[in-house]
């Protein structure tokens, strides 16, 4: 049994397909999240609680990992170059950190369907909650999702392949601040995002370790 396992669940709970869910997180705690049924895309992004101005950001996650594939012992970091979750287990391997949350316009321009919402709606409905809106939406990771780069920098035809995740595949990040935890549970079905049909997925929060 490992540390994680062993950790006291504070909260668990099952989030439907395509919907949102948000919470705060005390530093030392842990976020898991398990794709109950696999190939399904979790879209993430990550504040610091106490000043949300402070977020993920891309670009010093990519240099800092040395890669554009994240997996356990990586870690995410702001745009103060602080670190706000490590990755402490992961079952997949497969998370993506480039090609960002899909939306209603970027439904429209990409596959020509007009009207159809995507995270970026969850994560607005989501933020407000927490008096954040969408200024406050930046480059997001894709837990669970394969963007695979090709030579000369070509990229899949709609970006994403098919879903890398088996049912019961997980990943757990530890805050390593207070943090607030943004998760859209993809309702993508114009690309292998959430592998055609969105699934639930459960989510977790366990309690630091002392």
């Not at 976020?31 to 010093?60: H, I, K, S, T």
């Amino acid at each position: 049994m490992n540390e994680e396992s062993a950790r006291p669940v504070v909260q668990d709970e099952i989030v439907p397909p395509g919907a949102p869910w948000s919470a705060r997180l005390r530093r030392g705690q842990v976020l898991r999240m398990v794709d109950l049924e696999g190939e399904q895309g979790v879209d993430f992004l990550c504040y610091d609680a106490a000043d949300p101005r402070e977020r993920y950001n891309a670009p010093n996650t990519i240099k800092k990992s040395g890669t554009l594939r994240l997996t356990e012992g990586h870690a995410l970091y702001s745009d103060r170059g602080r670190a706000l979750f490590t990755i402490v287990a992961d079952t997949c391997g497969h998370h993506d950190t480039i090609a960002g949350c899909c939306s209603a316009p970027s439904n429209a321009m990409l596959y020509g369907v007009e009207g159809v919402p995507g995270c970026r709606e969850n994560f607005l409905s989501a933020l407000a909650e927490h008096g954040l809106g969408w200024t406050d939406i930046v480059p997001n990771v894709n837990f669970f999702c394969a963007v695979p780069v090709y030579e000369g920098g070509r990229l899949a035809e709609r970006t994403f392949v098919d879903g890398p995740s088996k049912p019961g595949d997980r990943v757990d990040l530890r805050a390593e601040r207070d943090v607030l935890a943004i998760v859209s549970n993809c309702p993508q079905v114009n690309n292998p995002a959430a592998g055609g049909r969105p699934t639930p997925i459960r989510v977790q929060i366990l309690e630091a370790s002392s």
